[in-house]
């Protein structure tokens, strides 16, 4: 205890509750295992196994398939193809993981290519749920703090692009206005 | 019926899909009721946790009625009004037996580090989540739990995840009476993990984050002193002086992957994505943790690497303690302390929102705007 000025009584006056669960048996995960005390309302030994139609990976770390998983979207285009690569790889190895980001962003494109074709893609800006980003941001400035380096190197690129294009225009107008001057001496 | 899906990092719609079926014998479909943004369901919206499909629905708190059961299932029938812990478990296997649930082995077939949960990826076994109309539970008699009469269904579903996980990490940290508790993170984890920790006789409990909301929220709920890490030059010697100069005995990490204050980290943690999110919380806690002392890990991380200063935890002789939350076993101890009033769960509510504006939720929420702590998404059959 490295707290000096403790005093219980005080505590239990101010904090509701204080020390409620003050007693290892009054806390729940006191022993971490143990029997739950009244059963866990499992009344089989070997739950029945989920059968599907739908494309399951399964870990390389696991025998079989759980009885149960989810069924929602299944693998499909080359980001399916990456994922059955990833899943052939043990769950200690980097490049399991990096594949399966990897094949989520392929799955991005893939899925807006499919809105598309299909004449159903969304809006990108209140997807971003931008539009309460107008009406809420004041206190912390109008965009969030990540898009300022974005939104300042944008600005000078298009300053700069702006300016060259400018001098290029310049230059061109100077050298035939030269050319001209050149032509009437 | 309609449903959040996921669209990409940073990008969700709702969008029509179809009702959920029974799948397996002891199945059973919710009509959701109540459904919350969790604070890891964060780290999935943008994109960081590997296997996240695009079409995918989150939700992994939620609450609602039942519509249908499965052939086996005994113990609830429709018109049940039920919670239902985050995370699915068997109730047969060798973890769920030890009481485990968290640990289940027979939910999950994509990875076998957890169990599966609700709406949180392939990666814990591709189950549809809970922010939309309907959702498809498995082990029916196994998770959900009746709602009791006079709990509102706004109390209850923060028993489906948050007030359990935040009591796990305090109770994980061993606390004795009288010990010094630091606490990384004001989020609503962090703010019940604060509040646990009174519960079992801390006699100081320290929450540091950099939202002065928030920390203003958690002084006021859970009674606590605060330190904002952004307004201290080093944080470790700030809470090294607060507390003697040896360090709390125990530390809280309540942030996981998505950590802010070592750009280092945010940089290869997270915006490089070169190991499983930036570990700076969980380097903080490991810091600012007295010798011998405690460090609680619930924050998530992502697999399978992270930087985390073991030298410094083993030359320390630390403890550490870390698991997701195992939900059902918590259930009755903090069903009694909500029912006493002693925690009042739903007070950490601050929008309640139909389930059509869950991209505006989104944003608000992972930008902190409009002081948002937790969000309530209410689906319009429930309204």
């Known amino acids: ?185 | 019926m309609l449903a959040m899906t996921y669209r990409g990092p940073y990008r969700v719609r709702l969008d029509e899909k179809p009702i959920p079926q029974i799948e397996h014998p002891n199945d059973a479909i919710i009509r959701v009721t109540r459904t919350c943004l969790c604070g890891s369901d964060l780290h999935i919206y943008h994109g960081l946790l590997p296997d996240t499909r695009i079409g995918s629905t989150f939700g992994h708190e939620f609450v609602g009625v039942v519509e249908e059961v499965g052939p086996t299932v005994q113990s609830l029938k429709p018109g049940d009004r039920v919670g239902v812990p985050f995370n699915i478990s068997c109730g047969s296997c060798f973890f769920c037996k030890k009481s485990l649930y968290g640990n289940c082995e027979n939910t999950n077939p994509n990875s076998s580090i957890g169990a599966g949960f609700f709406g949180y990826s392939h990666t814990t076994g591709g189950y549809d989540g809970g922010q939309a109309e309907y959702v498809r539970v498995p082990f029916a008699d196994v998770g959900p739990f009746k709602i009791p009469d006079g709990m509102s269904e706004d109390d209850a579903v923060l028993l489906t995840d948050v007030f359990p996980t935040g009591y796990q990490a305090a109770e994980m940290g061993d606390i004795k009476a009288g010990d010094t508790v630091i606490v990384f993170g004001a989020g609503p984890v962090g703010i019940f993990a604060a509040k646990s920790a009174w519960l079992m006789g801390a006699g100081r409990v320290i929450v540091v984050d950099q939202a002065d909301y928030r920390l203003e929220f958690v002084q006021n709920y859970a009674q606590v002193e605060t330190v904002n890490f952004a307004q201290v030059d080093d944080i470790i010697m700030t809470l090294k002086k607060m507390t003697d100069w040896r360090g709390a005995d125990v530390c809280i990490d309540a942030v996981g992957a998505e950590a802010d204050g070592d750009w280092l980290q945010t940089l290869a943690g997270v915006r490089m994505k070169l190991s499983g999110g930036a570990t700076t919380a969980l380097g903080w806690a490991i810091e600012s943790c007295r010798k011998a002392g405690n460090v609680s890990i619930v924050g998530v991380y992502g697999p399978p690497i992270n930087l985390v200063p073991m030298g410094t935890a083993m030359n320390k002789g630390l403890t550490m303690r870390m698991n997701q939350c195992n939900v059902k076993r918590y259930l009755p101890r903090l069903i009694e302390h909500v029912m006493s009033g002693r925690v009042k769960p739903s007070d950490i509510i601050t929008h309640r929102v139909p389930l059509e504006e869950v991209s505006d939720a989104y944003h608000r929420f992972s930008s902190k705007l409009d002081h948002c702590i937790k969000t309530v998404l209410i689906p319009p059959k429930a309204a």
């Open chain 1, 1 to 185: 205890m490295t707290n000096p000025d403790f005093d219980s009584i005080a505590l239990a006056r101010r904090i509701p509750g204080w020390g409620a669960d003050l007693r290892p048996e009054n806390r729940p995960g006191v022993p971490k295992e143990k029997v739950p005390d009244n059963g866990t309302g499992a009344h089989w030994e070997q739950p029945e196994q989920q059968i599907t139609s739908v494309r399951i990976f399964k870990t390389i770390e696991r025998p079989e398939v759980t009885p149960v998983f989810g069924t929602t979207c299944a693998p499909k285009g080359l980001s399916g193809v990456m994922r059955t690569a990833a899943y052939r790889l043990g769950e200690g190895k980097i490049s399991r993981w990096v594949t399966l980001l990897l094949a989520d962003r392929v799955d991005m494109f893939e899925s807006i290519l499919l809105d598309v074709i299909k004449g159903r893609a969304g809006n990108p800006f209140s997807e971003m749920g931008l539009g309460t980003e107008f009406r809420n941001r004041r206190e912390k400035g109008f965009m969030p703090r990540g898009w300022y380096p974005v939104i300042a190197v944008g600005i000078v690129g298009l300053f700069a692009a702006s300016r060259a294009v400018h001098q290029q225009k310049e230059k061109k107008r100077f050298a035939t206005f030269s050319d001209e001057f050149k032509k009437v001496a």
